[in-house]
T-cell receptor, first 115, second 112 residues
Framework: GAGVSQSPSNKVTEKGKDVELRCDPI?????LYWYRQSLGQGLEFLIY????????KSGLPSDRFSAERTGGSVSTLTIQRTQQEDSAVYLC?????????????FGSGTRLTVV | KQEVTQIPAALSVPEGENLVLNCSFT??????LQWFRQDPGKGLTSLLL???SQREQTSGRLNASLDKSSGRSTLYIAASQPGDSATYLC???????????WGLGTSLAVNP
């Protein structure tokens, strides 16, 4: 696609439920990143994919969080048994392995609210 | 551990002013530094990317400089316009680490 697409744009869920967030990167971008932006805090790295593998998942806050990427394209971030502290905007970005240019392209994010 | 700080946290200026946003980082061994713009309810827009070997980058009314040795970058906006109102974020990539380390941003309001 022309840009990075994320869905849903907004999600309200009850505490304890599982949620899935989707990211569709720019076609041909081999690298994909998930970040989280909580209210009043900076962006926090969650996980990075190169192709379908995740060389760096050091930012996942707990084992309730998991992510996968299939076909070197779409990625899904899953949060199990959601907690109120999971409320945040989840941002996805993609890039060529090395652009030397603009670096990263971000999607518009998914705003997750856990009530 | 790399830490990124942005000053000021908020800035309000009248239209037409030239202004400078500041970003500092604690580990000078960076791979590159990027400035982004974030509009409410929208994603991040990349403005300028400076490689570690570069001193500055320019795009239109925007100019970003990088001084690795002092751990600083500045984003200069010339002749500010109300449409420039947004939050400006600075992010650094360190070494071979793929992830970006972010500042908290500067919230800019340009008043007509």
């Amino acid at each position: 696609g022309a840009g990075v697409s994320q869905s849903p744009s907004n999600k309200v869920t009850e505490k304890g439920k599982d949620v899935e967030l989707r990211c569709d990167p720019i076609s041909g971008h081999t690298a994909l990143y998930w970040y989280r932006q909580s209210l009043g805090q900076g962006l926090e790295f969650l996980i990075y994919f190169q192709g379908n593998s995740a060389p760096d998942k050091s930012g996942l806050p707990s084992d309730r969080f998991s992510a996968e990427r299939t076909g070197g394209s779409v990625s899904t971030l899953t949060i199990q048994r959601t907690q109120q502290e999971d409320s945040a905007v989840y941002l996805c970005a993609s890039s060529l392995e090395w652009t030397g240019g603009r670096g990263y392209t971000f999607g518009s994010g998914t705003r997750l609210t856990v009530v | 551990k790399q830490e990124v700080t942005q000053i000021p946290a908020a800035l309000s200026v009248p239209e037409g002013e030239n202004l400078v946003l500041n970003c500092s980082f604690t580990d000078s061994a960076i791979y590159n530094l990027q400035w982004f713009r974030q509009d409410p309810g929208k994603g991040l827009t990349s403005l300028l990317l400076i490689q570690s070997s570069q001193r500055e980058q320019t795009s239109g009314r925007l100019n970003a400089s990088l001084d690795k040795s002092s751990g600083r970058s500045t984003l200069y906006i010339a002749a500010s316009q109300p449409g420039d109102s947004a939050t400006y974020l600075c992010a650094v990539r360190t070494g071979n680490n793929r992830k970006l380390i972010w500042g908290l941003g500067t919230s800019l309001a340009v008043n007509p």
